[in-house]
């Protein structure tokens, strides 16, 4: 079983629509969560980090469950600037970035 | 934020040649680490590479295979030795967003392809 699993996409939605990313990780002890996104051909950059009780950025809303271990990212009223792939990152070790686990990574297309 | 450059962008190689890849940080930063992303594939973590020090491999990378240089706090070097065509990958390092965080911010990658 892989440590952090993904939707396996890609998700095409149309321009506007609501559209929801989850994912699951298998270490309980897990601290710290986060999505990255990835643009094509791009590195990866933070989108937001993950808080136990939720939080929101502007139309992206993330969500953690730490007892069914999964994770999720909400992204309302879609842009197509939104297009990209997004990651689920998992540190099972808050406080160091060498143990980060990152997710395969779920692939958005938003149409016009 | 840090500013993170990455030498090549890209290269085309023979197999059984190797690449040294550079990555430049605009600021100083204890911790840079090494990535690999195969096609369709997630980042795998390589090394950390530390200042004065031996770097630190992960499971399944080896020294011989990727040593890397760490000479100052802003700069690091990753060869690929011995290539094969299944080393064929983007490379990306990184540098922790602040001492003691854990989210990172990513260089714009090497993308090599061995023939």
């Known amino acids: 079983r892989k440590e952090v699993e993904q939707d396996p996409g890609p998700f095409n939605v149309p321009e506007g629509a609501t559209v929801a990313f989850n994912c699951t990780y298998s270490n309980s002890a897990s601290q710290s969560f986060f999505w990255y996104r990835q643009d094509c051909r791009k590195e990866p950059k933070l989108l937001m980090s993950v808080y136990s009780s939720g939080n929101e950025d502007g139309r992206f809303t993330a969500q953690l469950n730490r007892a069914s271990q999964y994770i999720s990212l909400l992204i309302r009223d879609s842009k197509l600037s939104d297009s990209a792939t997004y990651l689920c990152v998992v540190n099972p070790l808050s406080g160091s970035a060498r143990q980060l686990t990152f997710g395969s990574g779920t692939q958005l297309t938003v149409l016009p | 934020s840090a500013v993170i450059s990455q030498k090549p962008s890209r290269d085309i190689c023979q197999r059984g040649t190797s690449l040294t890849i550079q990555c430049q940080v605009d600021?100083?930063?204890?911790?840079m680490f090494w990535y690999r992303q195969q096609p369709g594939q997630s980042l795998t973590l390589i090394a950390t590479a530390n200042q004065g020090s031996e770097a630190t491999y992960e499971s399944g990378f080896v020294i011989d295979k990727f040593p890397i240089s760490r000479p100052n706090l802003t700069f690091s070097t990753l060869t690929v030795s011995n290539m094969s065509p299944e080393d064929s990958s983007i490379y990306l390092c990184?540098?922790?967003?602040?001492?003691?965080?854990?989210?990172?911010?990513f260089g714009p990658g090497t993308r090599l392809t061995v023939l």
């Open positions: 600021s100083q930063v204890t911790m």
């Open positions: 990184s540098v922790e967003r602040g001492t003691g965080t854990d989210t990172q911010y």
